[in-house]
């Protein structure tokens, strides 16, 4: 059974800090990894891929992936109240299709 | 705008009806995905095409559901005697050979 686990949250970080989003996956030969953003009533839009292991950054944004331990997490830096969403991880297990965890909903205090 | 549409955006149906939702990919994406999701859960795989051909279903797609992507490129999905338990957010994603993923905004079906 391939899954993909999240701790659901709620997550609340303050207005500037780095909010850290964890995810961990059942299978040790996965590729490809991703993390889409929700907005409540929205459709996933993505964020960041990430295929092999080390850190990856785009702007505020930085995945991380251990392929070791199954592991792949989500920094926000300097996060903004405009960051407040769900945050989903999804894997492609080598079946050319993406699994989705159930998301970790993070709130940005003002 | 280039990214991928579906329409339409809001469908409230009566139990035993059927429904039809339309996606349209990106426009240079051979592949083309749908996806259901329901309340607090992360999107579950319905079915993807390559290009024209149905390449895989999953086991989530009852009898009463049925997808088609006659020339490649727009696709349906059809719901046939709807239940209450089919309500739930339909996604269409599109990606060039399956890398990364695009989601449209998404049917909303509402079955009463």
């Known amino acids: 059974q391939k899954e993909v686990e999240q701790n659901s949250g709620p997550l609340s970080v303050p207005e500037g800090a780095i909010a850290s989003l964890n995810c961990t996956y059942s299978?040790?030969?996965?590729?490809?990894f991703f993390w889409y953003r929700q907005y409540s009533g929205k459709s996933p839009e993505l964020i960041m891929s990430i295929y092999s292991n080390g850190d990856k950054e785009d702007g505020r944004f930085t995945a991380q992936l251990n392929k070791a331990s199954q592991y792949v997490s989500l920094l926000i830096r300097d996060s903004q109240p405009s960051d407040s969403a769900t945050y989903l991880c999804a894997v492609d297990f080598g079946n050319e299709k993406l699994t989705f965890g159930t998301g970790t909903r993070l709130t940005i205090i003002p | 705008d280039t990214g991928v549409s579906q329409d339409p955006r809001h469908k409230i149906t009566k139990r035993g009806q059927n429904v039809t939702f339309r996606c349209d990919p990106i426009?240079?994406?051979?592949?083309l995905y749908w996806y259901r999701q329901t309340l607090g859960q992360g999107p579950e795989f319905l079915t993807y095409f390559q290009n024209e051909a149905q390449l895989e279903k999953s086991r989530l797609l009852s009898d009463r559901f049925s997808a088609e992507r006659p020339k490649g490129s727009f696709s349906t999905l059809e719901i046939q005697r709807t239940e209450q338990g089919d309500s739930a957010m339909y996604l269409c994603?599109?990606?060039?050979?399956?890398?990364?993923?695009?989601f449209g905004p998404g049917t909303r079906l509402t079955v009463l």
């Open positions: 426009s240079e994406h051979n592949r």
């Open positions: 994603a599109s990606s060039y050979q399956g890398y990364e993923q695009f």
């Open positions: 299978d040790r030969g996965s590729q490809s």
